[in-house]
């Protein structure tokens, strides 16, 4: 069930990765957070989702990609009732997912050497890799191990 939850959440973030990142500053900052941030610790210890400083860059990640907490509320209220589980373990369930999908994002960027910063040109085909990446991530499996 955790998986199903993570896989219906994911496209939300993505689209709001996607949003996000649609101008040149927005993408900078994001492809600026994903090689110089430490977001890939997530996948190398997937434990770490657990504690209190992975849910607040959890919730940092959402209020960038989702833009204010009435947004990602809507996210979890929609994915809680289709799925039958409890809203609050969504919401709990956001956060991680968030950090966890930026991890992905991030070290997958820094295998692909995708850049720091971008330039009008080369922005389309870097968002088209980083959709890419995300809809990729094994943050379903990992996540699901977390919420059995």
Do not use: C, W
Request: aromatic share 2%; net charge negative.
């Amino acid at each position: 069930m955790a998986s199903q939850a993570v896989g219906m959440l994911l496209p939300s973030l993505s689209d709001g990765i996607s949003r996000n990142a649609a101008s040149a500053d927005g993408l900078g900052s994001l492809l600026g957070a994903l090689t110089s941030g430490n977001h890939d610790r997530y996948l190398d210890n997937p434990q770490a989702l657990t504690e209190a400083n992975a849910v607040a860059d959890g919730n940092g990640i959402l209020g960038h990609v989702l833009g204010n907490k009435d947004a990602s509320r809507a996210v979890a209220a929609t994915v809680s009732s289709v799925l039958g589980i409890e809203n609050e373990t969504i919401k709990k369930m956001l956060p991680m997912v968030a950090a966890m999908a930026m991890g992905s994002l991030a070290k997958q960027t820094k295998k692909a050497g995708l850049p720091a910063e971008a330039n009008a040109q080369s922005s389309g085909d870097i968002l088209g890799q980083l959709g890419g990446m995300l809809s990729s991530s094994g943050a379903g499996d990992l996540l699901g191990q977390l919420f059995k």
